[in-house]
Each structure stands twice: as structure tokens, then as C-alpha cells.
């Protein structure tokens, strides 16, 4: 089943890619494994995947040690402070970077860890009350800021886009998610901005390619639907 999930998701991957004109291997698939088991997890390792994202420190650690070496998890959920020494030296990248305050502790810890962190700035494009993630008017000056800290690479922008029926309404979001990035490039803010974009999940993820996507987070589409209650 996840086998005949990952090939469908990337034959979608191949349409966008082909609608846009790009080359699949710019977009980079990161399979959403958050409260799935560890055998479901290998399953989808089976059939190739290597990047899994997770949103919970806790769920890194206890899958981290079950899955072989080469699995490379990215932090995509809301991180705090505190837990930031637990899962430096574990995940590939930190999607979910929301304020100055956590690249802060991040560096620090990367410094502590002699590693350089990959980082995402998580910006709620979409201004939704309930969503982690600074403000549009926050990104400049925040990259700048972070960009002169140690040990932290600031990879590009990350977004998670409202829950919409119709994902050609996310379009706009992920436009204006790309324009941002641009932006940035044309700011000229040291080498330390990659100008990579996170976005797009199950439900929009061709809208996301079609609109710049280096990284799609699909979990849903792989793994079935979440339980949360086990
Ligand atoms: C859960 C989650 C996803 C995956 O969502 P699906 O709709 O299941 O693909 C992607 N990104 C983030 C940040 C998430 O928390």
C-alpha cells in the first residue's frame, strides 16, 4: 500500500514538474511520518524514501534509534527552546524556525555540537490566528539577524498553507511564499540564504511544485490517514 502510495505521489511530482518545467529532481519528497508506527516507517524506507519529517521532539527520539543510519529526519513541527539539545545532532534540517529567539538557541547548540543546522523560516503567509510562524513584515530583518549567527545555515522559507478544499485557493499563499524568497536574493543578505522553499503537503503539494517547491511534506498521501489516539 505505502509502496503504490510513494509511486503514485511520484508520478504527481513528474506532472507538476513536467506542467511547470522543471526537473524532478529539484523537488525533493519528504514523507510526513509523524504518529505513524516504526514498521509503517520502514516500509516506506523499503520502497526508497530516506527523508522523514516529524513534529515532535519525543517521536524523533523514539523512532530515531529503530530506523538504519541513513535516514535523514527533518524537523518540521513546532520546536521549543528547551528541547532544541535533544535532536541537533539528529535531524538533517529544522524546518519549523518561527523566531529569533529559537535560531538563537539552535546556534548555540550547533556550535556546542561543532555541526552546521540547516534551517527554514516558517512564515504564516496565509496571517491564520491558529499557525506557528512570523509575519511577512518579520522575515527580512530576522534573516539578517540570523544570518550573522555561528553554525546555522538559513536554507530558505517554509510555509504550511490553510486546510483548503480546492488547493488551487493555496496558489496565491505559495506565490507570495516564492516572491519573498526573491526578495531575499535581491537583498543580497550574505551567502547564508540557500533561497529553497518548504511547501506543500497531501493536498496541495502540485499547486506547491508548480509554484517553486524544492521540498514537499506529504504524509497523508503516503501513509494513510493519522490516528491520533493511538
Ligand atoms: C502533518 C504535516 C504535514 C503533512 O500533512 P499531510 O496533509 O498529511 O500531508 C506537512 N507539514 C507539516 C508542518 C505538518 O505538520
Known sequence: MIKENIQKVNENIKKACDASKRSINDVKLIAVSKTQPVELIKEAYQAGIRDFGENK???????????????????????????????IDKVVAIHSVDSLKLARVISKEAVKNNIVMPIFLE????????????DIKEVISAVKDISELPNIKI????????????PEENRQYFAILKQLSVDMINKNIDNKYG???????TNDYMVAIEEGADYIRVGTGIFG????FV
Open 57 to 87: 521532539v519525543q517521536e524523533i527520539l523514539e523512532k530515531y534509534e529503530h530506523m538504519p543510519s541513513d535516514t535523514r529526519w527533518h524537523m518540521i513541527g513546532h520546536l521549543q527552546t528547551n528541547k532544541v539539545k535533544y535532536i
Open 123 to 134: 512564515i504564516n503567509v496565509a496571517e491564520e490566528e491558529s499557525k506557528f510562524g512570523m
Open 155 to 166: 536554507e530558505g522559507l517554509m510555509t504550511v498553507a490553510p486546510y483548503v478544499e480546492n
Open 195 to 201: 533561497a529553497l522553499l518548504s511547501m506543500g503537503m
Open 225 to 228: 490517514n493519522r490516528n491520533y
